[in-house]
């Protein structure tokens, strides 16, 4: 009796791949430029967009689309902050955003009236880093609270992101925590990646976080 091998994986990635190009070519020809964040739970992603809406929206016109497992609730808490539609996916137990469910997002913006979308995926530092959004840069967030090891755990999020973000550095004085050490290890697995020092919750370093939207945004620099 022969064997019949279904690669459904492959096909799976194969085809949210399309939908991924479909996505970059349609923001590109609009001009908008957008990011993918991905993060453990718990990270202060929602957070850090509240932040960012609250300072940069009334500048220029920023689109959401959250992930979530179940529930609505970063979608209730970034609406407050914004005049424009904020979009939430539940996932109903998937693990990740995929690309068919941002073009169906995307489709439903007037791109003419944004310059910026953020994709806040689904908590979990495994499945978010190895799918495509159509998407310009991945952004990891991670916070002080977890372990300084985290690029070790999860390589292929930090090789795969353009921007490492830790967030909550106002904690690190009742912490045991070396921010070099977790610096020097993201940069082990991606020499490339940039990094920005935060606290969403108490405003510190988020001007840097700022200029570089700004930039990105204006397209002074390239994302």
């Known amino acids: 009796m022969s064997v019949r091998t279904i690669h459904v994986q492959g096909n799976v990635m194969a085809r949210n791949d399309e939908y991924a190009d479909r996505i970059r070519r349609r923001l590109r020809d609009a001009g908008v430029i957008a990011f993918n964040l991905i993060s453990s739970p718990g990270s202060g992603k929602t957070t850090l967009l509240e932040r960012t809406l609250d300072r940069l929206d009334a500048e220029f016109p920023i689109a959401v689309v959250t992930g979530d497992v179940q529930t609505e609730n970063d979608a209730r808490r970034l609406e407050r902050h914004t005049g424009r539609l904020v979009q939430a996916v539940v996932t109903d137990g998937g693990c990740h955003l995929d690309a068919r469910q941002i073009h169906d997002a995307v489709g439903a913006l007037d791109l003419r009236e944004t310059r910026l ?77 940039e990094t920005f020092f935060v606290s969403a919750q108490t405003g510190e370093g988020m001007d840097a976080w700022y200029r570089f939207l700004r930039s990105r945004v204006s397209g002074r620099e390239a994302a």
Not at 122 to 148: F, H, Q, R
Request: net charge negative.
């Open 117 to 193: 979308l953020f994709v806040e995926n689904v908590g979990n530092l495994v499945c978010p880093a190895t799918w495509d959004l159509g998407e310009a840069a991945k952004i990891v967030v991670l916070s002080v609270t977890e372990g300084e090891d985290k690029p070790l755990k999860y390589p292929t999020a930090f090789r795969r992101a353009r921007y490492a973000v830790f967030n909550k550095i106002d904690l690190l004085p009742h912490l045991d925590y070396d921010l070099d050490m977790a610096v020097r290890y993201a940069r082990q697995i991606n020499p490339e990646i």
